[in-house]
């Protein structure tokens, strides 16, 4: 962005990658840095709002002055007329903070519910995409950990249901992993380590022809538990879990990706008529710690399961989603 904007490019015009070099081939002035945060921080959307957030400016910032580093250069983000800069651009703009919106318990259980998962090919997806919705909810996975899962990924726990093992997150880029649990549920359709055995079964039929998925898929009911059947796994353990799908009902061999999940995921609560207006990837994480909180979860037990590190974080949903839970006004009698 700041390298089309030096050479004189709209964001929307290609810029040639030599000219990228060229632009940062010597250090920029805090004078040219601070005129062009100006300048973004004075666009608007047509509904007048700041078209672009104070977070967006701030990475803006954090790469120029990365581009710096890497080529030996001072850092002209230092300076005081671009920290006066961003400090201004701060308390003038007030964008509001599009979050998304919490699917909770029961908003899971409708969707989950109105899935189909008996008839070829619609089954097939709606199997796959009842596994990523229980399981993005109990285990309150980011997409990018739900497309990054093998099978090998995934142990059968006698008594806890499911240990998942996170092998990296965003949080975590040093790769020291997490293991999840994710319990048996007492409502069969919502259960977890079912909605597991459900999607497995199909990647293991699908080894053996489409005859043998349609088979499977007619076997199944969201009603009864399958938790407890006898166990084969003889899935590779380096296979993706969750892969991606033809229209057709074929399996792929690839890793569905973190957007597929979210526009999934915002299909399936609409189809089901959830009102809440914005339904993403994000929805899942978000309705496990709504519900948390308002099962009076402390913050560690939520960060347990969240991989969060700052409390902060957590607070922030209980501010969005759940303003009435630890609430004074609750006590007033009113």
Not at 184 to 195: E, F, H, K, L
Not at 265 to 289: D, M, Y
């Amino acid at each position: 962005m700041f390298c089309r904007w030096l050479a004189g490019y709209t964001e929307k015009e290609p810029i040639p990658e030599d000219l990228v070099d060229e632009q940062l081939s010597f250090p920029r002035s805090a004078t040219e840095v601070g005129e062009y945060l100006a300048e973004k921080a004075l666009q608007r959307t047509p509904e007048d709002l700041p078209r672009y957030s104070t977070a967006s400016i701030g990475r803006w910032v954090a790469a120029i002055a990365w581009g710096h580093h890497e080529r030996g250069f001072p850092n002209p983000c230092t300076a005081r007329q671009v920290t006066d800069t961003l400090n201004g651009i701060r308390r003038s703009t007030h964008r509001p903070t599009k979050r998304a919106s919490p699917l909770l318990v029961g908003d899971l259980r409708k969707v989950v519910l109105g899935t189909n998962v008996t008839s070829f090919p619609a089954g097939v997806k709606g199997t796959r995409d009842i596994a990523l919705l229980v399981f993005g909810f109990a285990g309150a996975f980011r997409r990018s950990e739900l497309s990054a899962l093998l099978v090998g990924d995934v142990f059968l726990h006698e008594e806890d249901g499911l240990h998942v093992r996170v092998r990296s997150s965003k949080t975590d880029q040093e790769g020291r992993g997490q293991i999840k649990a994710l319990p048996y549920g007492a409502n069969s359709a919502t259960c977890p380590p079912c909605a597991f055995r459900r999607w497995y079964r199909l990647l293991e039929a699908q080894e053996q022809g489409r005859p043998e998925v349609m088979r499977a898929l007619r076997g199944q009911n969201l009603a009864i538990h399958v938790c407890q059947d006898p166990w084969t796994g003889t899935l590779p353990g380096r296979s993706p879990l969750f892969r991606s799908m033809a229209k057709t009902g074929t399996i792929r061999a690839t890793a569905v990706q973190g957007d597929a999940i979210g526009r999934m995921v915002t299909e399936r609560a609409h189809a089901a008529g959830i009102p809440a207006r914005n339904i993403t990837g994000h929805s899942l994480r978000s309705g496990f710690v709504t519900q948390a909180i308002r099962a009076g979860a402390t913050d560690h037990q939520i960060m347990r399961q969240t991989g969060h590190k700052n409390p902060a974080t957590v607070h922030v949903y209980a501010r969005e989603n759940a303003p009435l839970e630890q609430n004074a006004v609750t006590t007033l009698g009113l």
